[in-house]
């Protein structure tokens, strides 16, 4: 339960006090108004006691009584009427509001924090009596709660507008004060006719208003002594008189008006009374943004003499003008704040600032000084405790007495049994005659009303232990009687006697409440006390941190069905009902709010319950802020439908009260959510949000565009792509795919061309990419690197990418629109000082440059349909340069026109779901919308035909909401960056990165080029050879130049080379569409080849550029602005079979320098599926024939080659024939083809294999010096009937391009002559060189291939790389098979490796050998014995370092059989030589051979031991020997 600034003892003892009457004289009323006070409202702030006081009961002990108020109230005669008191109360509820400007106070419960925009002043912990101890621990308190000053204002104007009533004696007045001036002419005369005035209102029959509470009511008179216009001396001698005949405890001389005004100007002087009639000045004016009725005419005037005069009747008004006829709360009759306010303390300070702001022309006591204070409240001190007090403990000894006096008994009460007070009792009555036992009525001299009364003054003189036994007997007593009325009464004040009795050893009895409170609304059927008895329990239950039970007996007191029963008339009192339902149902939600655990979904619950009837009784702020507080706990928790219903009344509420703008985020919050509503349902709270959005963009027309919720704009996956749309492709001719918005974004490939473009920017910048190099991005989105601001170029658009996505269930409909943007004009051909200019926008397109330095293109329909996501691409062209920014996009939205469907808001299933949802019985909500008239202002009074109005801020009570209504408004674009985490203060904080991507600068015109393939295929066979055309066309005002195509296969495509033209094309080849340079061959075929040598410079080879980047022979290297020109392009299947993705990118630059653009890039991805067709191995092995005169074919090798049709006729392919075989290399080259066929070239069908063997050699020292260093030979072996020539485009740039991609993934082997022992490591490179062949082989093919009922010739050429001998090479890529993953195994860290050496096998290949010598030889042995026959040995040293040899020419014997054959046949001479040979060089060394008998013999018998010079081996390596060499010598 809220809480509020008094205890619950000090609000309970403020609520029940003694009252006390005023009659006044004119003269005494004329003396206080001029402090514009009556003289009730002059004592008033000084009617609480500052000390204490002590009287004796009536066992004479003496009883404290502390920190006492009076009421002191002028005399009325009428009794209130009861629609005058629901106006008052319904109009201090509106005038009570939360304070602008307050901190808000955040509760926290569980794990909510609660912001309630109210005051914190009491923490809810029970234990806490004091408020000012209170207040001093609320900083160290974790425990707060939200006060409710409108429920206090409610309360207390409730308590004090309560009329007084039979059954019960604490409204009923003890005493009055005669009040009379010292400027009567006869102020004793005065006093008598007061005296009589009194005694015959409270004793004639024609006054039953008020009440008094004893036959004998005290009178105390006072003289009134105005300072500043009596006489002293004369009022001194008119109370001397007075204290003669009252005594002088019966009268009192109250001086006051000592201050003149004119004369005090600057004096500051309290004003106590102003906390105390804010009340009053409700009733004298309009509240006119709270948009209340004045209940009362606004003529000051006739409220000044309408207000509260104490005096006596009409009928008896000489010279006493008091008129009591009327009173406060009678209705058409201003209220006086004597009967409203009767508690002695602050009010609420934005209350009084209020009251301050609206009464500050009257103030109060402008004629008093401090010193006039002082005498006033030692003038109210005095009379309570000469006067009242005296007078209330001898009233209280009376009863006592008459009562046992009239029963006969004990005298003293205390010792009273139960029978002392029972009486004569009336029969019992039946249950069905309870029903009416409220009717009894006692006789005022009844005993057990003077117990009661006896009670009553006991409790209101805080003698509670007395008052309780006094209720309680008097309880039994009427209870005995069954006077329920009278009953309920002495429970209540019986159960709060218990409560305040202070150490009382009684527990609180609730269910004395309870019972109470029953018999009031269902017996008695008096709603007014048993509201007055809910608020007192409730307030002592909430003390007693009894949450739970506080919040069920404010919401039974809410029960709407026994309300209306106990109402006498529904249609006056239904308000009443609703205001008193509202701040009970607000008071029970703060108490489960408050509770230990708190229960928030139940706060949440019944504060919208609250809302609700705060709505009905006309408190729209009230219902308002109700709504908005219980948001807090809805909101976000998956209560879509309780949200729609809380935002749609915070909505209409908002809008009544003309908070435009929190209306339009209450409905703006309904649409943007995932709403659960019908499309029918949605589709009028988009209607109404509508209108109420056009009604608040009509006050500012100049203004800015408002935000529209709908549709969603998906920010981050906003794209925009720089460039125009490229022309199709058309027929044959294929357009380059470069990028656009239909691709999606990769980021692997981002990474490809990225580094694409690396590599041209370094071969641009001499080998070294830039330091400012950024990578060009056609196309931003949120995968993109936007950090930096991204370039655009003058007359080509911007495409922005926006993605829309609809919530709702109903489509939208989106017209005229396009891109908000702001644009400054800047030249960055200047300087950067100076080169700003002005800025210009299209928000309201009324700047004069705005069509020229931006043009905006429009969309004028465009429809989402519904919970639809679609994409809209809007585009900005630039015709200046600049800075642009892209805001957001503009639209009008409005609904699309459906069929017509009933309107009504009540009638839709989904607010009827939501109503349900919250269990609300009473929710109703009518038809929404208004019929379209003329913009009008809300400031101004609304019309029933122009206005939208509400009927308890809940439904639309004239016409509805066209379809077609449209508002303009706009969306930001607003796209957050990527999250930063390179640093330790990024990555132990949130900190987000800039997003660029909507801030282009716009740069001066550059080139822009586009490019066409033409006859591009989409299919090749692996290895085939197709000639196609590339079409270069410049689109842009200037020309273009630097142009290069990057791509990270380069062996796939070529462009040709210097040699392209050198050669012409064969007849053959023109008729075959051939793309090779092909010649004639000879018709004799002799199987040799034909040689040629080229530089690989002329195809662009060795150059030191990038192997990646190649350069498009531009005619003069430059594009004119509108040229095109068409280039040949050779393409060759790439090896491996399957799908291929081939990137292209074409780098240009404009011919003259640019500030804000190096250069320009081009996009292209090709897919080629390619089919196996020949697969070919080739090994290499040494030949025997060797030279023995040193020629410089010495070294040649045999090349054998193993060719394989691997096509399984896809493609249509019939059957392919080798036509060629080609060598290119620097240091080898094919020398014949040694098995030709018959048909010269090899036929291949399906799964068929050749054999080919040819007999390669070194190239000659000839051709070796004739040729600069670095030249490739080419050997070419014709098969067929003509030459291709293979050193020539496109074979020669294919051959180089295979050659340069093996070449990057080898190492080269750097050689250095000279003097110094070579390393190990170098020598054991040397000798694996004698083994390596540096040969290309390149073998051309022709398919026949049959497609569509015509055969095609196909041609290609596969490359196979001879590395080393014996080693077998393929054309085919090899796949290396995946490895087994093994265990992971800990071994301790080794020596580093030793440099590693030669083996075994490879030392046995330093020298080659051959024997030289006759195969026949004819000997006569008749004629003479031995047969001498001259060997030649012939060495070849492999190696390109020097080597020792040692040759023994020794037999050794290793089995008989070579005894046998070597037994007759011996060499002559020197049989063992030692030698040396330096690298490449060739040694003979002559020999003899002696024979005896003629034979065949195995001359093959010399070993040859080498080792390398200069290194440390103690034993040379046997070399291997040649095949066997066999002699046959004949005996002639």
Not at 212 to 226: A, E, G, M, Q
Not at 521 to 537: I, M
Not at 584 to 595: D, T
Not at 765 to 770: I, L
């Amino acid at each position: 339960m809220a809480q509020c600034v008094q205890s619950v003892q000090e609000f309970i003892q403020d609520t029940f006090v003694p009252m006390v009457a005023v009659l006044c004289s004119e003269a005494a009323e004329t003396s206080t108004r001029k402090n514009n006070l009556t003289f009730a409202e002059l004592v008033r702030p000084f009617c609480r006691l500052t000390s204490e006081v002590h009287m004796r009961d009536p066992n004479n002990q003496s009883h404290v009584i502390k920190n006492l108020r009076i009421s002191v109230t002028g005399i009325v005669t009428q009794p209130p009427q009861q629609t005058a008191i629901r106006k008052l109360l319904s109009e201090v509820v509106s005038a009570s509001q939360p304070a602008d400007g307050l901190v808000a106070n955040v509760i926290t419960a569980g794990d909510y924090d609660l912001n309630i925009s109210d005051r914190s002043v009491k923490a809810s912990v029970p234990w806490y009596n004091n408020w000012k101890d209170t207040l001093a621990q609320l900083s160290s308190s974790k425990f707060h709660a939200a006060t409710t000053p409108w429920f206090e204002a409610y309360r207390e104007c409730f308590f004090q507008s309560m009329p007084p009533s039979d059954h019960e004696f604490l409204h009923h007045y003890l005493a009055c004060m005669l009040v009379v001036s010292s400027r009567d002419p006869d102020p004793v005369e005065q006093f008598l006719k007061l005296s009589q005035e009194q005694h015959r209102i409270q004793h004639s029959s024609d006054y039953s208003y008020p009440k008094w509470f004893i036959p004998n009511t005290l009178k105390y008179y006072v003289l009134l002594h105005d300072v500043s216009e009596g006489e002293e001396q004369r009022a001194e001698s008119v109370y001397e008189e007075m204290k003669q005949r009252y005594g002088t405890q019966g009268c009192y001389l109250l001086k006051f008006n000592s201050r003149i005004p004119s004369s005090g100007a600057d004096e500051q002087i309290p004003d106590p009374w102003s906390q105390y009639l804010n009340r009053n000045n409700l009733q004298n004016q309009e509240i006119c943004e709270d948009g209340l009725v004045p209940l009362t005419n606004k003529n000051k005037e006739n409220n000044t003499n309408t207000l509260e005069l104490d005096g006596l009747d009409n009928s008896i008004n000489d010279g006493i003008p008091n008129n009591f006829n009327s009173h406060p709360f009678q209705e058409g009759v201003l209220v006086n704040s004597g009967g409203l306010d009767g508690v002695n303390r602050p009010k609420p300070v934005e209350s009084s600032n209020d009251a301050a702001k609206q009464n500050n022309t009257s103030a109060h006591g402008l004629s008093l000084t401090l010193t006039d204070h002082d005498r006033i409240r030692q003038f109210i001190q005095e009379f309570t405790f000469r006067g009242l007090l005296p007078h209330i403990e001898k009233t209280i000894r009376q009863l006592n007495d008459q009562l046992v006096s009239r029963k006969g008994l004990s005298r003293s009460l205390f010792t009273a049994t139960k029978k002392w007070f029972s009486g004569s009792k009336v029969p019992e009555k039946t249950i069905n005659e309870l029903k009416n036992a409220t009717s009894l009525l006692y006789p005022p001299e009844a005993p057990e009303l003077q117990i009661r009364k006896m009670a009553d003054l006991c409790f209101l003189v805080q003698h509670y232990d007395l008052a309780y036994s006094c209720y309680h007997t008097a309880k039994k007593d009427f209870l005995n009687d069954q006077a329920m009325l009278y009953a309920a009464g002495a429970l209540e004040m019986a159960a709060a006697s218990v409560f305040l009795q202070p150490g009382a050893q009684r527990q609180y009895p609730t269910h004395y409440m309870e019972t109470a409170i029953q018999t009031y609304k269902d017996l008695c059927k008096n709603l007014v006390l048993a509201e007055r008895c809910t608020l007192l329990s409730a307030e002592i239950l909430k003390s007693q941190a009894k949450y739970s039970e506080a919040a069920t007996l404010l919401i039974r007191m809410t029960s709407e069905r026994k309300l209306k029963i106990c109402c006498l008339s529904l249609s006056e009192s239904l308000k009443d009902s609703d205001l008193r339902s509202a701040l009970l149902l607000e008071q029970a939600a703060h108490c489960f709010i408050n509770m230990r655990s708190p229960m928030v979904r139940k706060f949440a619950f019944h504060m919208i319950l609250a809302g609700h009837r705060f709505g009905k009784a006309d408190q729209r702020k009230h219902a308002l802020r109700c709504y908005s507080q219980a948001m807090q706990v809805y909101k976000g928790k998956g209560w879509s439908l309780a949200e729609d219903h809380i935002n749609f009344t915070i909505g209409r509420q908002s809008f009544t009260l003309r908070q435009l703008d929190n209306a339009v985020s209450a409905f703006r919050h309904i649409l943007i959510n995932d709403s659960k509503q019908t499309a029918a349902q949605q589709e009028a709270f988009l209607r109404e949000y509508l209108y109420v959005y056009k009604s608040v963009s009509q006050f500012s027309p100049d203004g800015p565009l408002p935000q529209l919720p709908l549709p969603c704009i998906k920010s981050s996956a906003t794209r925009v792509f720089f460039g125009h749309d490229r022309r199709p492709s058309e027929g044959e001719k294929q357009a380059a795919t470069h990028v656009s918005l239909d691709q999606e974004y990769e980021r692997e490939a981002s990474q490809q061309w990225k580094e694409l473009e690396e590599q041209v920017a370094a071969l641009v910048n001499r080998g070294t990419v830039p330091l400012n190099f950024q990578p060009t991005q056609y196309c931003l989105n949120s995968h993109t690197d936007n950090l930096r601001f991204p370039v655009a170029v003058v007359e080509e658009p911007v495409t922005v990418e926006v993605v829309f996505k609809n919530p709702l269930k109903v489509p939208l409909l989106l017209n005229d629109l396009s891109l908000l943007w702001k644009f400054n004009f800047r030249d960055f051909n200047k300087g950067s000082e100076g080169d700003a200019r002005e800025s210009i926008s299209n928000e309201k397109d009324t700047h004069p440059k705005t069509y020229l330095g931006i043009a905006t293109e429009v969309i004028s329909e465009f429809q989402v349909n519904g919970e639809e996501t679609k994409v809209a691409r809007l585009k900005l062209l630039p015709h200046q340069t600049g800075e642009l920014h892209i805001l957001g996009v503009v639209y009008n939205l409005s609904t699309v026109q459906s069929a017509p469907t009933h309107d009504g808001i009540d009638s839709s299933p989904g607010t009827q779901v939501a109503a349900s949802c919250l269990n609300v019985s009473n929710l109703y909500l009518g038809k929404s919308g208004s019929k379209p008239q003329t913009p009008h202002s809300l400031h101004h009074q609304p019309s029933s035909t122009d206005q939208l109005e509400y009927f308890h801020g809940l439904s639309w009570t004239e016409g509805k909401v066209p379809h077609g209504l449209s508002v303009r408004g706009r969306q930001d674009l607003e796209i957050q960056g990527p999250r930063l985490n390179n640093t330790k203060e990024e990555k132990t904080s949130v900190k987000y990165g800039s997003d660029r991507r909507l801030d282009p600068i716009i740069t001066e015109t550059m080139p822009l080029l586009e490019v066409f393939f033409i006859n591009f295929p989409t299919g090749l066979l692996c290895g085939e050879i197709r000639k196609t055309y590339v079409e270069f066309v410049n689109v842009s005002k200037c020309p273009l130049t630097g142009l290069r195509v990057v791509c990270k296969d380069p062996d796939f495509f070529s462009f040709g080379s210097k040699t392209a033209v050198l050669t012409p094309l064969s007849p053959t080849a023109s008729e075959n569409c051939s793309a090779y340079k092909t010649v004639v061959n000879d018709s004799v075929c002799t199987s040799s080849a034909v040689t040629s040598s080229v530089s690989p410079a002329d195809f662009g080879m060795g150059s030191g550029n990038p192997l990646w980047v190649i350069g498009v022979p531009l005619p003069d290297s430059v594009l004119l602005p509108g040229a095109s020109v068409q280039l040949p392009m050779w393409l060759r299947g790439p090896d491996e079979e399957g799908v291929h993705e081939i990137n292209f990118l074409f780098y240009y630059e404009s011919t003259k320098p640019h500030s804000k653009l190096s250069h320009r890039v081009l996009r292209h991805t090709a897919i080629i599926c390619t089919s196996r067709s020949l697969s070919v191995k080739a090994t290499a092995c040494r030949s025997n024939v060797l030279e023995a005169e040193g020629k410089n074919d010495s070294d040649n090798l045999l090349v054998f080659l193993d060719v394989a049709n691997i096509n399984t006729s896809e493609a249509g392919v019939r059957e392919f024939h080798v036509i060629q075989v080609s060598s290119g290399s620097e240091h080898w080259r094919l020398l014949k083809c040694i098995n030709p066929a018959e048909d010269k070239d090899a036929k291949l069908s399906s799964r068929e294999r050749a054999k080919l063997c040819f007999r390669a050699t070194r190239c000659q020292s000839s051709e070796a010096t004739s040729c600069t260093e670095g030249r490739y030979i080419f050997a070419d072996i014709v098969l067929g009937s003509e030459q291709i020539i293979s050193a020539t485009t496109p074979c020669a740039d294919f051959f180089f391009q295979s050659c340069c991609a093996l070449r990057s993934r080898k190492t080269v082997l750097q050689t250095t002559a000279g003097p110094g022992r070579p390393k190990t490591g170098d020598i054991t490179k040397l000798v694996q060189k004698c083994s390596e062949v540096d040969l290309n082989i390149i073998v051309l093919w022709k398919a026949y291939v049959v497609e569509d009922n015509k055969q095609l010739i196909l041609e290609g050429q596969l490359h196979v790389a001879l590395q080393s001998i014996g080693k077998e090479a393929c054309s085919l890529p090899q796949v290396q098979e995946a490895q087994e993953m093994a265990l992971l195994k800990f071994i301790r860290p080794e020596q580093p490796p030793l440099p590693a050496r030669p083996s075994m096998e490879q030392l046995s290949h330093l020298i080659k050998i051959s024997l030289h010598y006759p195969e026949y030889y004819d000997h006569p042995f008749h004629q003479k014995s031995l047969c001498l026959v001259p060997v030649t040995l012939v060495l070849f040293n492999c190696c390109q370092i020097e080597v020792d040899i040692i040759i023994d020419l020794r037999h050794k014997a290793t089995s008989p059989e070579m005894l046998e054959i070597h037994g007759s046949f011996t060499w002559l001479g020197q049989t063992q030589y030692k030698i040396q040979l330096k690298g490449q060089e060739v040694h003979t060394v002559p020999l003899k051979a002696c024979f005896v008998h003629a034979g065949v013999y195995n001359l093959g018998t010399p070993r040859v031991f080498a080792k390398l010079a200069e290194q440390n081996v103690q034993c040379e390596t046997s070399q291997q020997n040649s095949t066997p060499a066999l002699i046959i010598i004949n005996n002639v």
